[in-house]
């Protein structure tokens, strides 16, 4: 049985090994011819079935390559979809890079008639070049980065375009901050003499001119040796809720600042002004009139009557030396009084440099108390983010006031935006902070006149109190929510922490800005008054 199941190949192969071991007989010419004849027929019918064998493992090997390969149908396209791939990415980028090479163009030729119409001899314009170029160069690198992105493979990048070396490393800040040169402040040092008190009085304007008033006084008494009496809050402003007093005498790393409260608890009551010896003559001796005199009276304050020192006008006032103080105002009594002294040209350099004239271990001396700043950068972080500009844009009883002067300083609104616009594209500021006393009439129109390169810029203002908000809940929580004065130094702090600051020109609200951006050190080389160098296009006639 197992013989007659054997297959035809087995056969042959017996008889092949047969005639291996057998000594053939010798062959007659029909034998091998007979031979002959087999030969190709046996390889023939070999190389039939080894050709059905690999047929089959063959189409075996491609079923489970169809299975286990994912995508198996891209093999065969891959070739072709990554042409196409590569060929559409270059279209892109050529259509990006001649896009960007038109912006290059207009931009150069702003650059260049901006160069035709400037003043050599005007630092700000030749800072508005110098950024122009920058910015075009770093154009041009970023459209030879286009035009590279279809050739490159993975993150490698030829030497020879090797585009993070065209710069050096180079980053040109066209608004960046100003260099205070603070280490060559001109300083004096305050120490007061025991028992020796300079009280000061502030009266003139708002809350700024009497911050500006309070700090002339420090460095009058600082030079006098003598110690500052902040004025009561019943014939002044709470200076303790916007300003931290007590912070003063910190920087000084002494007692040189008294409130009034503990001035009397110091004379036990006996609160009399030794010399009462006027700065201004003019137009009223001390800038004081009689009913304010009174209102001083009642707090218990004695004093003989106000004398001027020298002929003095509020409404011209003279630059006076720090030797013309001294030589007036050095006595020995123990309290002395010298009048507002807010329109005071006494050092005004001095005075007016970063951080003050009184040496001391702070930034500046008179700044906003510690919830109103941190209020003020939480309002930040909520709603302007780093980046922003800050907007003074006074209106409310600006149009007399500064068409009195020569020449005006109110701005029409459509000049003013395009005042506005030209810092945003110097500054590259997204958003701007709007500080302001002007009605919904004139920020509307202004809003929608602030518009670059078809984008609306936003104006913020601080929005009313709202409880899901948690931005202004410190202030909320110490009381100080609503105050008028608060709202104000809210409004300077988040003006002085900005970018670049526009300010209104003949403001003291803004020149308080400019005090604590100079002594913070974040004023900008782009800060500036609103059109400065500009007159008003359009002024009214006066009554």
């Known amino acids: 049985m197992h013989m007659d199941s054997s297959s035809d ?28 004849d087999r030969s190709p027929r046996f390889f023939h019918r070999n190389f039939r079935y ?52 038109r912006q290059q163009q207009l931009g150069l030729l702003t650059a260049w008639n901006t160069t ?14 110098k950024s122009a170029l920058f910015k075009q160069i770093s154009l041009n690198q970023e459209i030879q980065q286009v035009l590279l992105n279809p050739h490159s493979m993975g993150n490698t990048v030829e030497p020879e375009f090797d585009l993070n070396a065209t710069l050096n ?20 040092q305050w120490n007061p003499r025991d028992g020796k008190f300079l009280l000061a009085i502030c009266v003139s304007g708002q809350m700024s001119n009497h911050l500006i008033c309070l700090e002339k006084h420090i460095f009058f008494a600082a030079l006098l040796n003598r110690a500052l009496v902040i004025p009561s809050s019943k014939v002044d402003y709470r200076f303790d809720r916007v300003v931290d007093i007590d912070r003063i005498n910190k920087c000084l790393g002494k007692k040189v ?21 006027c700065y201004f003559s003019k137009p009223t001796p001390c800038f004081l009139d009689d009913e304010w005199l009174k209102k001083l009276g009642g707090l218990g304050v004695t004093m003989n009557k106000p004398e001027a020192v020298w002929e ?47 040496a001391h271990q702070c930034k500046t001396l008179i700044e906003p108390n510690r919830l109103i700043a941190l209020t003020a950068q939480r309002f930040i972080q909520t709603f302007l983010g780093r980046n922003f500009i800050a907007l003074h844009f006074r209106r409310h009883g600006f ?49 929608s006149l602030v518009v670059l390169n078809g984008r609306s810029v936003p104006l913020v203002t601080r929005p009313a109190r709202n409880f899901a908000e948690k931005w202004d809940a410190l202030l909320y929580r110490h009381g100080l929510e609503g105050d008028v004065q608060v709202e104000a130094m809210l409004d300077k702090t988040i003006c002085a922490m900005s970018s670049v600051f526009i300010g209104a020109p003949g403001s003291t609200f803004t020149e308080d800005i400019l005090r604590l951006r100079r002594g913070w050190g974040s004023a900008s080389i782009c800060d500036e008054y609103l059109c400065h160098g500009e007159e008003p296009d359009i002024v009214a006639e006066n009554e």
């Open 312 to 358: 003095e006008d509020t409404r011209n006032p003279k630059n006076k030396t720090v030797q013309d103080v001294l030589g007036k105002f050095s006595y020995d009594d123990d309290v002395m009084a010298i009048g507002d002294v807010f329109y005071a040209e006494m050092e005004p350099e001095w005075v007016m440099q970063p951080g003050g004239p009184i």
């Open 399 to 447: 149009l007399k006031f500064c068409n009195a002067k020569k020449p005006s300083c109110f701005y029409p609104i459509p000049q003013a935006a395009d005042c506005i616009l030209r810092v945003v594209e110097r500054a590259d500021a997204p958003i701007i902070y709007l500080s302001t006393d002007a009605g919904e009439s004139e920020t509307g129109l202004l809003q």
């Open 9 to 36: 190949e087995e056969d042959d192969r017996r008889n092949l090994v047969d005639q291996n071991h057998r000594k053939p007989p010798s062959p007659s010419p029909a034998a091998v011819f007979h031979v002959e």
């Open 116 to 129: 035709r119409r400037s003043n050599a001899s005007d630092p700000n314009q030749l800072e508005d070049l």
């Open 169 to 188: 490393g180079v980053v040109y800040d066209r608004c960046r901050t100003v260099d205070q040169k603070l280490s060559q402040r001109r300083t004096i």
């Open 257 to 277: 600042v008294f409130s009034f409260e503990e001035f009397s608890n110091l004379k036990k009551g006996h609160l009399h002004i030794d010399k009462f010896l």
């Open 50 to 101: 080894q050709k059905r064998y690999i047929v089959a493992i063959l189409a075996f090997l491609l079923v489970i390559l169809f299975f286990s390969v994912p995508n198996f149908h891209s093999l065969f396209s891959s070739s072709s979809f990554q042409f196409d791939s590569i060929t559409d990415r270059v279209k892109d980028s050529e259509l990006r890079a001649i896009n960007l090479l």
